[in-house]
């Protein structure tokens, strides 16, 4: 027979068969696992059962190398493409015209009044439409109870003002 080229067994083939299965099982879950060290260790048994020589080893672990980096190409390929993992994935936007709204997409707050809960010093708190929010006034001191208007909104900064009646 060829000096590069094992005699292939039916358990030869098992075995690689096995082998690259529980590692591309190994490549879709994450971590580094049992199903990765299995296969590696059916892997390693095949070219340990199978080859011959020095030459035959080698010649059937770059083979094996070859074969893993095309898997694991073709996985990262589906994976960049979505198509692995799809249902993990929302595939609708949440936009602000249909009311969803960011955390710090307080536009909306804008010119709406409400009471001071705590003393702003100049920091404190306020019910809009029964809902609490952290202020900041606009420097000045103003006492609980004091009906306020927010007047600016940077970020997620409300700045408040009293409303003068």
Do not use: W
């Amino acid at each position: 027979m060829n000096a590069f080229l094992p005699d292939i067994t039916a358990l030869t083939v098992l075995l690689l068969i096995i082998g690259f299965g529980l590692v591309l099982l190994e490549m879709h879950i994450p971590g580094f696992g049992v199903p990765g060290i299995l296969g590696a260790i059916c892997l390693i048994l095949a070219v340990a059962l199978t080859a011959e020589n020095f030459a035959q080893a080698l010649v059937m672990s770059l083979s094996i190398l070859a074969v893993l980096g095309t898997m694991l190409g073709v996985a990262l390929t589906m994976f960049a493409k979505g198509k692995l993992f799809k249902p993990f994935i929302l595939p609708d936007e949440q936009k602000k015209e249909h009311g969803y709204i960011s955390s710090s997409d307080l536009d909306y707050l804008l010119g709406k009044r409400g009471i001071a809960l705590t003393d702003l010093r100049p920091t404190g708190s306020v019910d809009i439409d029964g809902v609490k929010f952290d202020v900041i006034s606009e420097g000045e001191y103003i006492s609980k109870g004091t009906k306020v208007e927010i007047f600016k909104v940077s970020g997620v900064k409300l700045l408040v003002k009293k409303v003068i009646t």
